[in-house]
């Protein structure tokens, strides 16, 4: 209620509409008894039959002056009003402009019917009128100055600008959201929070996250003092929430810029605001990413002692962080907790594990997490399965490895990189299995990879040990003609 009061007194001052036309905006009505008519025919003639009643009434259609006018009466029957707009759209018999267009959405607002005023406003950014006032080129910024001026007039509620702003970002329109929160910003107004964090987002991934944290301590005015802000609008500014800490650590995270997290971190702390769960994974990624194991699990404990029950993003973090150090057995302790907490893990979950344990030389136990995940029905990442087909190979376990590839193939239609390949035909022509290395070959090329200087030099010393040394001549030619065409 404040803020719709502190609203009212930044708006301009009211046209004397009660409800007359907008004297800005709607030229003076020239048919009072059309206006009167339609106004009569919508709220007394049944919803069956008001809608020919007022075909008749207005076979040539309305202006949007006078559309503005009989929206205004309806202004406390909403639904009413959304219907005779949809009605009108219908039947076109009315060519909005930007006034018309913000009444009805000042009165959705106004009935609380946000998703109709959203869509409406979509609509009204989409609109081009050249006779509008072309004080702003921007169709969304046209729009805003519209819905200011009549504000008041419609009775309207404050969140018609949050509207506006997540329209303006869902068509991706960023610098008028930002000009339009400026203007906000102005007048001692502000958008909600949940609005805001999404205007940063949206800078954030648009334009980095320097922009983005500039965007962000302009609009919840960390740099400026109490009196500045008393000075320069009404009231305090708006504080920023877990939300908006949470966005720009994980755009930081995605970026790369794993040290800027803590630094968000800490000034979330500055101003008391409680960090998530979410909060926690999001830092512990980063710590992760940097190999900071200590540091991670310390803020594991800590997110536990304030009683913060961790979800699987935050177990396959940090599962992913110590198989990513090699300490795959602190990860399995993680793991084992998961599975007692009740928490279902995921492909995820089995691809760090899979992976720690390739990293360390430990086949045999990448094999068992492997095909625990395969009777899960979890689709593996190709870099999972070529890791574990070149860790099979080194230890001469070929016939396995090429299993592993033709189930990928046929339950999950996963095919292996070009070094799977490489590894396996090596691996084939090593045993003497010249004729599957050939079939294997002739599938890598299907597939698009080319044979490399490896690959030949695999089939030429596998032909040499058979003792076929014209095959391996031949492939000798091959191989240096290739090199010198390349």
């Not at 719709?4 to 930044?10: D, E, N, P, T």
């Not at 002056?65 to 205004?72: Q, V």
């Not at 599962?319 to 492909?347: L, N, P, Y």
Request: net charge neutral.
């Amino acid at each position: 209620m404040a803020i719709h009061v502190q609203l009212v007194k930044c708006l301009p001052q009211p046209l004397n509409l009660k409800p007359k036309p907008l004297a800005l905006f709607f030229s003076s009505c020239s048919h009072e008894s059309l206006v009167k008519s339609v106004v009569s025919i919508l709220t007394h003639q049944r919803s069956k039959s008001r809608w020919n009643y007022l075909r008749s009434a207005c076979p040539n259609g309305i202006d949007p002056a006078e559309f503005s006018e009989i929206t205004l009466h309806l202004k406390n029957k909403p639904h009413l009003a959304l219907r005779f707009f949809l009605w009108i759209k219908s039947e076109s018999l009315c060519r909005h402009n930007l006034a018309s267009y913000s009444t009805i959405i000042h009165i959705l607002a106004r009935g609380r019917l946000k998703s109709h005023a959203y869509d409406a406003i979509r609509t009204a950014i989409r609109h081009r009128n050249d006779d509008e006032d072309r004080r702003f080129e921007s169709p969304p910024l046209k729009l805003f100055e519209t819905l200011v001026t009549t504000y008041r007039d419609c009775g309207s509620a404050p969140f018609v600008f949050d509207l506006l702003i997540e329209a303006c970002l869902e068509s991706k329109n960023v610098d008028p959201s930002i000009e339009i929160v400026r203007m906000l910003l102005s007048r001692g107004i502000s958008p909600k929070v949940s609005t805001l964090n999404s205007l940063i987002s949206r800078v954030c991934r648009s334009r980095g996250v320097d922009a983005g944290y500039a965007i962000y301590r302009e609009f919840f005015r960390l740099d400026e003092e109490k009196e500045e802000i008393l000075r320069r609008g009404f009231g305090l500014r708006v504080t920023p929430n877990v939300h908006t800490y949470n966005e720009l650590m994980l755009c930081c995270y995605q970026d790369g810029l794993v040290g800027k997290v803590e630094e968000i971190w800490h000034e979330m702390g500055k101003i008391s605001c409680k960090p998530n769960a979410y909060s926690y994974s999001v830092l512990m990624a980063a710590f992760c990413e940097q190999g900071r194991m200590g540091d991670a699990d310390k803020l594991w404990g800590e997110m536990r002692k304030e009683e913060m029950e961790p979800d699987v993003v935050s177990y396959n973090t940090i599962i992913g962080g110590f198989c990513k150090i090699g300490d795959v057995g602190r990860a399995e302790e993680f793991f084992r907790e998961m599975a007692v907490a009740g928490i279902d893990s995921t492909a995820s979950t089995y691809e760090h594990l899979v992976k720690g344990y390739c990293n360390i030389g430990d086949v045999d136990s990448a094999v068992l997490v492997y095909k625990d995940m395969s009777r899960r029905a979890f689709r593996p990442d190709a870099s999972t399965l070529d890791m574990l087909i070149r860790l099979l190979c080194d230890k001469g376990r070929v016939q396995e490895a090429l299993e592993f590839v033709r189930f990928a193939v046929s339950k999950f239609d996963l095919h292996p990189k070009e070094k799977s390949y490489e590894v396996l035909i090596k691996g084939l022509c090593f045993e003497g299995r010249m004729e599957e290395a050939m079939k294997l070959q002739a599938e890598m090329v299907g597939k698009g990879f080319q044979p490399n200087s490896e690959i030949y030099a695999a089939f030429i010393d596998g032909y040499t040990r058979q003792g076929n040394e014209e095959l391996a001549g031949a492939l000798r030619k091959e191989m240096l003609q290739t090199q010198m065409q390349s």
